[in-house]
Antibody, heavy 116, light 106 residues
Framework: EVQLVESGGGLIQPGGSLRLSCAAS????????MSWVRQAPGKGLEWVSV???????YYADSVKGRFTISSDNSKNTLYLQMNSLRAEDTAVYYC??????????WGQGTLVTVSS | SYELTQPSSVSVSPGQTATITCSGD??????ARWFQQKPGQAPVVVIY???ERPSGIPERFSGSSSGTTVTLTISGAQVEDEADYYC?????????FGGGTKLTVL
């Protein structure tokens, strides 16, 4: 069974940094498309970033230059390093895995609150 | 990129058929997915590749595609199906999401 468990969210001041983790089981992170998606309170969903083939990465314009996606094959874990955080980055952050059959699995999400 | 448009709400009585549409130019070339989101729970994909149903998803959930519109159909909707439903699809190395549809079953 595929499972994704996010962690690392919390309350952070504007300008601060956080690293989110997404621990995977039931499949291999490095062999699949892995994405981060966020949902601001009461709002819709926004794609944030994707990594595949180990080193191909893409970012939404809203986070480019501030966020970095990466993976650790030895830990089978996906990360999102978030720097220079802003109030508008406040959201629940989900990780998602896309398998070769194009079926996606989603984690339960972790809340990031950027506020002074 | 492109946009995906869904109705903001759909309401049916238990046992009726609920239909949720999702429209966007990109759907003519890219597969659509649908997920169900209940408050405080992880999103659950109910349809992928326009019409494929993951194992464990009830047969009353089905998907179809025609041109630039995809449709999620819940035949004989149950009270437990009340949730937000989002369509989404791949664009150029990113995902595009619809605005979500709140399904009320009462």
């Amino acid at each position: 069974e595929v499972q994704l468990v996010e962690s690392g969210g919390g309350l952070i001041q504007p300008g601060g940094s956080l690293r989110l983790s997404c621990a995977a089981s039931g499949f291999i992170v490095s062999s699949n498309y892995m994405s981060w998606v966020r949902q601001a309170p009461g709002k819709g969903l926004e794609w944030v970033s994707v990594i595949y083939s180990g080193d191909s990465t893409y970012y939404a314009d809203s986070v480019k230059g501030r966020f970095t996606i990466s993976s650790d094959n030895s830990k089978n874990t996906l990360y999102l390093q978030m720097n220079s955080l802003r109030a508008e980055d406040t959201a629940v952050y989900y990780c998602a895995a896309t398998t070769v059959t194009l079926l996606d699995y989603w984690g339960q999400g972790t809340l990031v609150t950027v506020s002074s | 990129s492109y946009e995906l448009t869904q109705p903001s709400s759909v309401s049916v009585s238990p046992g009726q058929t609920a239909t949720i549409t999702c429209s966007g130019d990109g759907l003519a070339k890219k597969y659509a997915r649908w997920f169900q989101q209940k408050p405080g729970q992880a999103p659950v994909v109910v349809i992928y590749k326009d019409s494929e149903r993951p194992s464990g998803i009830p047969e009353r959930f089905s998907g179809s595609s025609s041109g630039t519109t995809v449709t999620l159909t819940i035949s004989g909707a149950q009270v437990e199906d009340e949730a937000d439903y989002y369509c989404y699809s791949a664009a150029d190395n990113n995902w595009v999401f619809g605005g979500g549809t709140k399904l009320t079953v009462l």
